[in-house]
């Protein structure tokens, strides 16, 4: 096989890749119907309901932009061997591996995050605040900017070298130990991202003493879930859309509740969403999950160093030999019909999942308080109700919300 198959191949996934996303993008929006669902009526009025659609039609027309200048990026870059010129740019800048590695990622990082600014703002100050959302101004986006900039490149700063170091030392069999690393630290990212991640952006404040405590900690010992760390989110500084979080593990379970998500819903509703991330705990999905995630990881680094041992690939690439950072961009192409396929399956069980802790809250506490929570969550973040069944076989993580909702009314 000849390094311009290879070039071939890596075009041809990279159109597929968008010509498949574009069509799915396409069926989900033509799917909307305009009839409001019987289970809606109540929560929804004709106005409100055309401007939900109007709302996924804006974001969509944002989207579909952000992605056909990334896809002619992306071809150029194959086309005119770009990411060889910039292999050997950064290669230019110093002897030393992890450098060279580093600066490519930087300049390709810094390039992409320029170029997005404006199309955040975009989707901030005119999409998000033409339809009620946003709360962001101008200052805490831009610090918001700046913390993501700091954040990020520490992250390819720590992990390219770690990479390189261990690929360096160990000549073959490095994707055991890169496997291990990246499993140790996905792990720790999960039991301390409340801690460490979350306060760069947002406040947490401990959830005062008073009924909707109670009645959690009420909740959580009747069905034996220990958990000692509830706070509220500031979220409202940036929109007005409800959300809630839960990380941690053992002893560093954390439940953070947007203080818009208590705003907005009663303790009884609050009470019946909590119930339903217990259920996750309870049925072991968390720890499944983690598990297939971590084996994934290892799929990825064991494909990751098949790919590093060819320079053919580097070659399609427009790079004299193999390295770090061009393995990892060729695999990036490489690996997505295989991470297509992993998503999928990932999917489907994160479906079953979430129907499985819907039914796990009806049992312990309140389906019909659940189910009204989801009903307002829905209608506050102005969701598609009628997404298209293969759009969500590819994509959605949780069952379409009238699905949802059928379960929950079942006797």
């Not at 060889?84 to 990082?109: C, H, K, R, T, W």
């Not at 010992?221 to 859309?241: A, E, Q, T």
């Not at 659940?370 to 069944?389: C, F, G, I, M, T």
């Amino acid at each position: 096989m000849s390094s311009d198959i290879i070039l071939n191949i890596f075009i041809v996934l990279v159109i597929f890749n968008f010509l498949f996303t574009t069509v799915l993008e396409y069926l989900n929006d033509k799917n909307w119907k305009d009839n409001i669902p019987d289970e809606f009526k109540d929560f929804y009025d004709a106005e409100s309901y055309i401007k939900a659609k109007n709302y996924k039609i804006s974001r969509g027309k944002l989207s579909a932009v952000s992605s056909s200048l990334s896809f002619v990026f992306t071809l150029a870059m194959l086309y005119f061997f770009g990411f060889g010129l910039l292999s050997e740019l950064a290669n230019s800048f110093s002897d030393s591996v992890i450098l060279q590695s580093s600066a490519f990622f930087m300049i390709l990082y810094l390039f992409n995050f320029v170029i997005g600014i404006p199309f955040s703002y975009y989707s901030t100050f005119e999409i998000e605040e033409k339809y009620g959302f946003n709360k962001t101004d101008l200052k805490t986006f831009i610090l918001d900017k700046l913390k993501g900039l700091i954040i990020t490149s520490v992250f390819i700063l720590g992990l390219t070298s770690l990479a390189v170091l261990i690929i360096d030392f160990f000549s073959t069999g490095f994707w055991l130990w890169l496997w291990l690393g990246l499993s140790i630290l996905m792990i720790l990212l999960n039991m301390f991202y409340a801690d460490l991640i979350v306060p760069i952006f947002n406040k947490l404040t401990p959830l005062e003493n008073g009924e909707l405590r109670d009645k959690i900690e009420a909740y959580s010992k009747k069905v034996g879930y220990s958990l000692k760390n509830i706070f509220v989110i500031d979220g409202s500084k940036r929109s007005s859309k409800a959300n809630a979080f839960f990380s941690g593990l053992g002893p560093r379970k954390t439940i953070a509740l947007y203080d818009t998500l208590i705003q907005k819903h009663s303790d009884e509703e609050l009470v019946s969403v909590l119930a339903h991330e217990v259920g996750h705990y309870k049925k072991k999905h968390i720890f499944i999950s983690m598990i297939l995630t971590i084996f994934q990881l290892g799929i990825m680094c064991y494909l990751f160093e098949l790919c590093m041992s060819y320079d053919l690939i580097a070659n399609a690439l427009g790079s004299s030999t193999m390295n770090f950072h061009i393995g990892i961009i060729a695999f990036s192409f490489l690996y997505s019909p295989v991470g297509l396929i992993i998503g999928v399956l990932m999917n489907i069980l994160s479906r079953k999942n979430e129907f499985e802790a819907d039914n796990y809250a009806k049992e312990t506490y309140d389906g019909n308080s659940l189910s009204l929570a989801l009903k307002k969550l829905s209608v506050d973040s102005l969701s598609n109700l009628y997404p298209h069944p293969f759009y969500v076989f590819i994509h959605y993580s949780h069952p379409p919300l009238i699905q949802r909702l059928s379960k929950l009314n079942k006797t």
